[in-house]
């Protein structure tokens, strides 16, 4: 049976929002964090595969230290492209990876966004002290929904759907370890053993019920696993973590909880445990609220919320490119994770 929202506790927690005033939720028509998003997506306005190589053709024929390097294929034969600015191998060097989960879409239009702002003279001297490598959309054939099973009651209305899975039905972010499928394997073959990476944010959506002081989270952050990372590695992934919710949290529209959900136990096929576990790279996780498309309602939220979620990947990324950069991340102070609260969820067993 499908999960519904509490819609009681969603009215409570508009009234410690310190209103008085008890909507229905089908009103709550406010398009920023606390907006529940009722209305459906329509996948037109979220990036096909095919956009995406064409925006990464159109930047790399502009951008004079953008590099874009195929490093392997999807199970449906989709080249899969790393996007690379290697000014200096004396700088140290973060991956960005987005779309793990093919129905978690604006983490890829954010990392677009933050490529075409690369090229410009904003982030010019940035580029000068990090190198960063990106991978926009790892499970294109989930994204587009080209898979070797059916989906059934999917929510989102549009040319196509967006999955989790990968063709072969494998949730790539469960494989780091064994490493079965061919997108896996590139990652690691390709990337990871290949370039000397210091730091990793791994960009996901999470689903829309997750709450924080009884307001809905813009996002929820995570670490890797402490009884699974060298000491120094988790140290500088909790600076990682420290440097976006400075930049975040402020923001009208940011509300950050420390992530709980589908990956809080160690598995070394979890990419953000794995990943710090096997190459000592300071891995992040940062989840934004709502996925793309789902079977399940209360993962799915509208396309209103899209433009502060896009805006929160940006965000995160300028901000840890910047603060790796100059150097100033090694000087973060990492005693507000103590204080962060896990993130709850209102959806009733
Ligand atoms: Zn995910």
Known sequence: MKKQLLTAVISGAVILGGSTFNPPVADAAGKGPEHQ?????NTQILHSYKEMMSDLERQN????HMEVEVIGQTVKGRDIPLVKYLNNPDNPTIL????QHGDEALTTKGMLDFIKSLGTGKMKDVLEGVNILMIPMYNADGAMADVNYELEGYAAKGPRHLTRYNANHVDLNRDHAERTQPETQALHQNVLQKYDIDYMMDLHHQGAQWVKDGKYVSGAIFYPHPNHTNEDVLYRSKQLGAVVYDAIEPKGWGHLAKYAGKGSTYSPGIGVYGIANQYDISTFLFEMRGTADNANDFE???QKSNGYLTKQTVVAMEETARSISSGAILKEDIS???DLPVQESILED
């Open 37 to 41: 998003g009722n209305e459906t997506v």
């Open 336 to 338: 507000f994770w103590g």
């Open 61 to 64: 024929k502009k951008q004079e």
């Open 96 to 99: 960005y990876l987005a779309q």
């Open 300 to 302: 799915v939220l509208g």
